[in-house]
């Protein structure tokens, strides 16, 4: 899940598709931290006990597994073999990073299925060289490709693929699984836009959720598996539909206006819960499903993204990172305990985005 979970990178670079997900796709054009090394920030009262996992290259979109004993991330790092996003897992008790990914295509959006198993996108039935990124736009517009090659695949955490959840034309990526272990969340254009759908956990029973013109990403089930929460583009301005809709032709998406909406699990009772401005993105459930943790550029409106959180209702706001850098992809333990996210904080003024854990305190 290219940001913006494909996995951000805006006005200078932030990755995602990281957005992508997409946000989904990680932050590579961001400007040197020019600030002295640091993993912590006095002001983060609901971090302690922060810890570096990573040092090098661009890593993203970290998952617990079910027994919070390993996490499943992406990373772009030469000195992995891996030149474009690839997944990985690691314990935690060590951070020994094990490739799952083939290291052929892109890979985004791993998630375990359980503690042997997990999901991620890949582009590589459509060939086995990473995809190209698009080139510099004259018109200075920010986007994020949206490779039509990708599709769903379950592998073992030897990397054995055994299963393909889509093998529809068009994108297909951004999974995430319920808690409940029952369903599947993910992000398709089967419909000829970017919309959101629920599958069973062997790619039966699918159903669309959203229906609006814009781009819906990045959705998580909440703690119980009965509601989401998702990142999403609402253009509305006849020249806005017309800017997303021409990029759209050309396989691509512009992450620079995001929202967070949250619905039951079926798509009904949908809300929308920001109203900031700028790019909302990377939303997740706190433990107890009462709050949402998420990544904005809302005060600044450029590559200085922050952690936030709110309530469910869109009530209590609260900065929760002041980094000013880049912090992002938040994911809670899930026990609650911890907190996982990626950062270019302590990079000795590189472009490294790295991984770091905290303990979290209420």
């Known amino acids: 899940m290219t940001i913006l979970k494909n996995r951000i990178h805006l006005t200078g670079g932030l990755t995602l598709l990281t957005f992508l997900c997409l946000m989904t796709q990680t932050h590579r054009g961001q400007e040197p931290a020019k600030n002295t090394p640091q993993v912590h920030y006095p002001q983060e009262k609901h971090l302690t006990n922060v810890r570096q996992l990573t040092f090098g290259g661009d890593n993203a979109e970290a998952y617990f597994s079910p027994n919070s004993s390993m996490v499943v991330f992406q990373a772009t790092n030469k000195e992995w073999d891996a030149e474009c996003d690839q997944i990985f897992y690691s314990p935690l008790d060590s951070f020994v990073h094990h490739r799952i990914s083939t290291n052929m295509g892109r890979t985004t959006c791993s998630y375990f299925l359980d503690n042997q198993t997990i999901l991620y996108a890949s582009t590589y039935p459509g060939g086995i060289q990473c995809p190209p990124k698009p080139e510099p736009r004259a018109d200075h517009k920010y986007v994020w490709p949206i490779y039509s ?214």
Not at 254 to 280: F, H, R, V, W
Request: charged share 25%; proline share 4%.
């Open 149 to 362: 090659s990708f599709d769903i695949y379950i592998s073992d955490l030897e990397g054995n693929i055994f299963g393909t959840l889509t093998d529809t034309s068009g994108y297909d990526a951004e999974a995430t699984v319920s808690p409940k272990g029952d369903k599947i969340v993910f992000t398709s254009m089967r419909s000829g836009d970017l919309e959101l759908y629920t599958m069973d956990i062997h790619g039966k029973n699918i159903k669309q959720i959203t229906n609006k013109l814009g781009y819906d990403g990045g959705a998580f089930f909440s703690p119980d598996g009965t509601h989401l929460v998702f990142r999403a583009s609402r253009p509305k301005t006849p020249e806005e539909v017309k800017t997303y809709k021409d990029l759209l032709k050309e396989g691509l998406v512009m992450p620079t206006k995001m929202e967070l909406y949250t619905c039951k699990a079926d798509g009904s009772d949908m809300k929308q819960i920001t109203k900031l401005g700028g790019a909302n993105w990377a939303p997740f459930y706190s433990h107890s499903g009462k709050k949402i943790i998420f990544s904005s550029n809302h005060k600044t409106k450029g590559f200085n993204f922050n952690l936030w959180m709110i309530n469910t209702d869109g009530t209590g706001l609260e900065q929760i990172t002041f980094d000013p850098t880049f912090d992002a992809f938040p994911v809670f333990s899930p026990d609650g305990k911890h907190l996982i996210f990626s950062s270019n904080r302590n990079n000795n003024g590189t472009h490294d985005t790295n991984l770091f854990i905290a303990d979290w305190k209420d």
